[in-house]
């Protein structure tokens, strides 16, 4: 059995041809179908030019054409890169050209910062659109619609490459907390078993040539899983192809909302909802609350999140309304994949470590400053790393790969991402937060995770962002950039004496800046550079 990403989608659609795999809006397509529209913008890419390991930009939102597209790539044994499409001129254009991109599929309302930056990546030579609603002008783009591409293109697996392999690649490009995006380069085979359900997260067995793909799908009948964050983000992604390998059902939000989410988990009776955290979670959770009788959510069964805090108090208003929810808080990264999962029912949801603990994942340890593996009897925090199917390093970049691909002491090779950690009772593991963004006061270590999540069960703070800036006495002090509930406040001392009472004095905020809204990516990932800009009062 090839762990190919591309031979495990057919060996599923071949499982359950007739189940719904995809549903966008009012389109619901089976698996069968969702394969031949793949087919489709494969052979239209293939006959465009593009070839085996060139690089195809993925540039929308949320869609079905998003999902073709990427599958599409998978078949031709070409690499889909994705693009946020947040990003200005300047981004885009690094991105364009740091990605060596061959072809891009785009929605159609992006054309025209797609054509001012095009001209810097000299390898860019096919363009697809999306019709997205919009009328804006291609901007002298040579873009073939995505329909009329689909069309004039064959639906059969005939002619498409026969030779995949698990050692073909599969690309993610992060931006994580700080610094220009990295495309992080995984054999399909080992991202598979980190992040695509090649493992199970529960028992930790893993996916054989003993037990199928078309068998485990074709056991039982599908979950219905919506997918809430953009597919340009890992976790979507594999949240997608993940449950895909299992013959679930997936529906996408095109785009996030709270007003939204709740319609879609009534109308196709949602089993499972994807999130990023806080992010997502505290204005569906308050949604809810203001409407408690306007939607039919009693096919929700569990909420899984991770990329982000999901903060004990929301955890515990969710629980509120759902006693019988199960809420799984995930950790990893997309250098690493999957390092340790949570699951929590009513009653549970606090932390007293401070952030999130979890259950470790396959080949997950703590490395100290010397790159020793820590004993699982230690309670000094290091640096979490995992060892076993990893990428092979980032794209382009040598020195970054050196930095965070390692071969600790014991002799294994393992990625650290820079997430600090410590053991909990020999068994846990409690994540502090990214090394890059760590605060030192007077020689202490703060990590702005387990302040945030303090600061964040005060009832007047909706969400926030904590920083160093510099202080003459202790070389850094703690900030605290909050945004407040409407119509609510409170004081530095007042906030100062809440977090006080979950970690210790050194870690309380010691300065308050008080914003209209936190600045998060899509996907709720902290922009802590905007933070720490706004904190030193930086113009």
Request: charged share 25%; proline share 5%; hydrophobic share 40%.
């Amino acid at each position: 059995m090839a762990y190919n990403i591309a031979d495990l989608f057919e060996h599923v659609v071949d499982a359950v041809p007739d189940r719904i795999a995809l549903v966008d809006r009012d389109l619901a397509l089976s698996f069968s179908e969702l394969d031949e529209r793949a087919n489709r913008i494969a052979h239209h890419l293939a006959a465009s030019g593009i070839g085996v390991g060139d690089h195809v930009g993925i540039y929308g939102h949320n869609s079905h054409e998003w999902v073709e597209a990427m599958l599409g790539c998978f078949k031709i044994r070409a690499i889909p890169i994705n693009v946020n499409f947040r990003y200005v001129a300047d981004e885009l254009a690094y991105i364009f050209d740091n990605a060596d991109l061959s072809g891009l599929v785009f929605d159609r309302q992006f054309a025209p910062l797609a054509a001012e930056v095009c001209d810097r990546s000299p390898k860019l030579r096919t363009f697809v659109h999306i019709e997205d609603g919009s009328d804006g002008d291609l901007a002298g783009l040579p873009s073939v619609s995505y329909d009329d591409a689909s069309a004039a293109a064959s639906p059969l697996r005939d002619g498409l490459p026969a030779d995949r392999s698990g050692d073909d690649l599969y690309v993610l490009y992060t931006g994580g907390t700080t610094g220009m995006p990295k495309g992080v380069m995984w054999r399909q085979e080992d991202v598979y078993f980190a992040l695509g359900q090649g493992i199970d997260a529960v028992s930790g067995e893993r996916v054989t040539t003993e037990y199928t793909m078309a068998e485990r799908a074709a056991a039982g009948g599908p979950l219905v899983f919506l997918v809430i964050p953009p597919l340009m983000h890992g976790a979507a992604q594999w949240g997608t192809l993940g449950q895909m390998n299992q013959g679930n059902t997936i529906v996408l939000l095109p785009k996030f909302g709270a007003e939204e989410a709740w319609t879609l988990i009534e109308r196709h009776g949602i089993n499972s909802a994807l999130i990023t955290g806080d992010a997502m979670a505290r204005p569906m959770i308050e949604h809810l609350e203001e409407h408690p009788d306007r939607y039919n959510t009693s096919s929700l069964i569990a909420v899984a999140s991770s990329a982000a805090i999901f903060s004990p108090t929301v955890k515990e208003r969710f629980l509120t309304q759902f006693p019988n929810l199960i809420i799984t808080d995930s950790i990893g990264s997309s250098e690493s994949g999957f390092n340790g999962i949570r699951i929590v029912a009513a009653g549970q949801a606090q932390n007293s470590a401070g952030g999130p603990t979890v259950t470790p994942g396959p080949d997950v340890a703590i490395l100290d400053e010397d790159l020793n593996v820590m004993p699982r009897t230690a309670r000094e925090p290091g640096k979490m790393g995992r060892g076993g199917n990893i990428p092979l390093g980032y794209f382009k970049d040598e020195a970054k790969t050196a930095a965070t691909f390692v071969t600790a002491t014991d002799g294994r090779r393992y990625a650290v991402s820079g997430d600090w950690a410590r053991w909990e009772d020999g068994e846990l593991i409690t994540l502090l937060g990214r090394g890059s963004t760590t605060i030192n006061t007077g020689g202490e270590k703060v990590h702005p995770e387990e302040v945030e999540q303090a600061l964040k069960d005060h009832p007047a703070v909706f969400d926030c962002l904590v920083v160093g800036v510099p202080d003459e006495r202790w070389g850094q002090k703690v900030a605290a950039v909050v945004e407040f509930r409407d119509g609510q406040s409170a004081a530095l001392d007042e906030l100062a004496d809440h977090a006080r009472a979950h970690v210790a004095g050194y870690k309380v905020p010691r300065e308050l800046h008080v914003v209209d809204q936190i600045v998060r990516s899509p996907s709720g990932k902290p922009d802590y550079p905007w933070a720490l800009k706004l904190a030193r009062g930086d113009r």
